[in-house]
Structure formats: C-alpha cells, structure tokens
C-alpha cells in the first residue's frame, strides 16, 4: 500500500512553455500532499503544502504565481511550473500523507526531471 | 522554524560493518523523524521513523535512537552490505500547529564496499 504516482516523469520544454507535473495517492486519499524540488546531489527542499480544497501554502521564497498548484481531489495535486526557465530544471518530487501506525507518514513519488532549454 | 543538521556528509564502510548517522535538530515541539533512502534517481523511500513518545526502535539490521532532551536522533545499520550504499536523509516534523510538514537534513551518502 501508499503508493504515489507522478506524471510525467521527465519532461524537456523551451524557455517561456508552462508544464504540468501530476501527483496521485492509488491507494489512499491524502488532504494533504506537498511539493519538492530536489537539485543535483542535495537535499529535498519543501516548495508548498498541497491542501484538498484549499488554497496551497508557500514556503519562504517560493513564487506561488511561477508555481501553480490545484488540489483538485482526495487523490490528485498538480504543479505547473508557469513560462519555465533554464534555472527551473531541476528533479520535481511530490509527497502524499497518509494516516497509518497512529500517525501520519510522508509517501514520495517517484519524482519528475524537468528540463528547460 | 525547524532546522536539521546531518553529519557526516558521505560515509565509507567495508561490508558487514556498522553504520551510524546523526541528525540534531533544533525545535523542541518536533515529535517525528523519520529517515529515508533515496538511491539515485529515484524517489526517496521510508526505512524507519520514530516518534518523540519513544527512544529506540528496530526493525531487522535498522535502528533509530532519539534524545529528546539534546535534541538529536541517530539511525544505525548493522551488516552492512552493497544495497545498502544509497543517500539516507533524515527529518524532522516541524513543531505543533503546522501539517506535517518535514525538514530534511542535508544528506548521508553511504557506501559500502564488498
């Protein structure tokens, strides 16, 4: 179980283009999902917490006009990163919440590598 | 807010060795940490979390230990082998009224040698 799946899982697109990067939670519904973006050999950094129904939260620094989020439903989220750029290239990793063992645990997707020329 | 050191950055071991890594962390009202593996490419995957009601858990060769009152937690392999060399993160939650959100720490690459 808590499986999370994202599409696509690669994309390359020209310098101006919008892209959308889909989460889904197969087998669990999540309220809950939230945003990463990992560079070359670094860690993961937090982006925005996906909220079903309800309007993203941003972390310091992120542009929520640049990156777009729906939490459409219980089981899917989108990012779309709006007129991408060369420094938006980076490894996009969504995470989905699931209640289990008296707690909520954090499950990855297997991540999106986003390229722009 | 939340902040997560990690140490050391990469780690060499000879299989069948011992590995530990060490996380601190800085705010008090944290209650979860989990750690990941994440092997290059791919997504990072849960290997053992602890919650602040607990000092130690285990499960097979992973162990995680947490001090709460020095705020730092510790995740151990023993016998290491191959499979195991990957990038292991570990995080924290950050404190009461926020939604589960982590903080990771910056990163263990570990190898281990045959």
């Known amino acids: 179980g808590a499986v999370v799946s994202q599409h696509p899982s690669w994309v390359i697109c020209k310098s101006g283009t919008s892209v959308k990067i889909e989460c889904r939670s197969l087998?669990?519904?999540?309220?809950?999902m939230f945003w990463y973006r990992q560079f070359p050999k670094q860690s993961l950094m937090l982006m925005a917490t996906?909220?079903?129904?309800?309007?993203?939260?941003?972390e310091q620094g992120v542009e929520k006009d640049k990156f777009l989020i729906n939490h459409a439903s219980l089981t899917l989220s989108t990012l779309t990163v709006t007129s991408a750029h060369p420094e938006d290239s980076s490894f996009y990793i969504c995470?989905?919440?699931?209640?289990?063992?008296?707690?909520?645990?954090?499950?990855f997707g297997p991540g999106t590598r986003l390229l722009v020329l | 807010g939340e902040n997560v050191e990690q140490h050391p950055s990469t780690l060499s071991v000879q299989e069948g060795d011992s590995a530990v890594i060490k996380c601190t962390y800085s705010?008090?009202?944290?209650?979860?940490f989990p750690w990941y593996k994440q092997e290059l490419g791919k997504r990072p995957q849960l290997i053992i979390d602890?919650?602040?009601?607990?000092g130690e858990k285990k499960d097979q060769r992973i162990a995680v230990t947490l001090n709460k009152t020095a705020k730092h937690f510790s995740l151990h392999i023993t016998e290491t082998q191959p499979e195991d060399s990957a990038v292991y993160f570990c995080?924290?939650?950050?404190?009461?009224?926020?939604?589960?959100?982590?903080?990771f720490g910056t990163g263990t690459r570990l190898q281990v040698f045959p």
């Open positions: 995470s989905a919440l699931r209640l289990a063992g008296g707690g909520e645990t954090q499950y």
């Open positions: 087998d669990f519904q999540a309220t809950t």
């Open positions: 996906s909220n079903e129904g309800s309007k993203a939260t941003y």
């Open positions: 705010d008090s009202a944290s209650n979860y």
């Open positions: 602890i919650r602040s009601n607990v």
């Open positions: 995080a924290a939650s950050e404190g009461i009224g926020n939604t589960d959100k982590l903080i």
